[in-house]
């Protein structure tokens, strides 16, 4: 059974200060997707990293995919209020089925 | 672009009851959806994946005469939740594959009484 676990669970963080969210598997995914997901909300798709050792930037957000596709990181450069919420990751398994396997998450809360 | 919707976002029904709820595709068609459930604080857990035109895959543990799935067409999945309980009160969450990505619906807030 693939597994991915996220670390840290919680943290909870002032505005500016810089965090980074890990997500690891003893597996290799085909891809690595992160969500961001708000409470009462379907989770949004932020990043899709493919390619062994590809970094994806989005505005204050970097994404790196480890080098063996085991492992990803989430790196939030001065944190706004505005970034909290619950962080997914999610690694695909490939083929038609698309299915894919879900980390539990890690809860982001960025106090002004 | 890649927008799913889900209908309703929350309803509340008694126990004994059957529920459906639809989600939709809105500007791709999408050959698979996944159901999924999420308990307060908890992270998505696969339900079952729906493919257009055969039958669902459920994942172990998940009762398909209780969660009724039919996906009809590219652009509209359906999971009705039979016999409803108050055990099944939850987040109830679906995706819409598009190439290699799955896009997520808002989310169906179910409360069985």
């Known amino acids: 059974t693939q597994l991915l676990e996220q670390s840290p669970q919680f943290l909870s963080i002032q505005e500016g200060e810089n965090l980074t969210v890990y997500c690891n598997s003893s597996?290799?995914?085909?891809?690595l997707q992160w969500y961001r997901q708000e409470p009462g909300e379907g989770p949004v798709l932020l990043v899709t990293?493919?390619?062994?050792?590809e970094v994806k930037k989005l505005k204050r957000l970097t994404f790196q995919f480890g080098d063996a596709r085991k492992d990803s990181s989430l790196h939030i450069t001065a944190a706004q209020p505005g970034d909290t919420g619950l962080y997914l990751c999610a690694g695909g398994e490939g083929g038609s089925q698309g299915n894919l396997i879900f980390g539990k998450g890690t809860k982001l809360s960025v106090k002004p | 672009g890649a927008v799913v919707s889900q209908h309703p976002s929350w309803v509340i029904c008694k126990s004994g009851t059957s529920v459906k709820i639809e989600c939709r595709s809105l500007d791709f068609q999408a050959t698979t959806m996944f159901w999924y459930r999420q308990f307060p604080k908890q992270s998505l857990m696969l339900m079952a994946t729906s493919n257009e035109g055969s039958k669902a895959t459920y994942e172990q543990g998940v009762e398909k005469d209780k969660f009724l799935i039919n996906h009809a067409s590219l652009t509209l999945s359906t999971l009705t939740v039979t016999s409803a309980h108050p055990e099944d009160s939850s987040f109830y969450i679906c995706s819409a594959q598009n190439k290699e990505t799955q896009y997520f619906g808002p989310g169906t807030r179910l409360l069985v009484l």
């Open positions: 597996s290799v995914f085909s891809s």
């Open positions: 990293v493919v390619t062994g050792g």
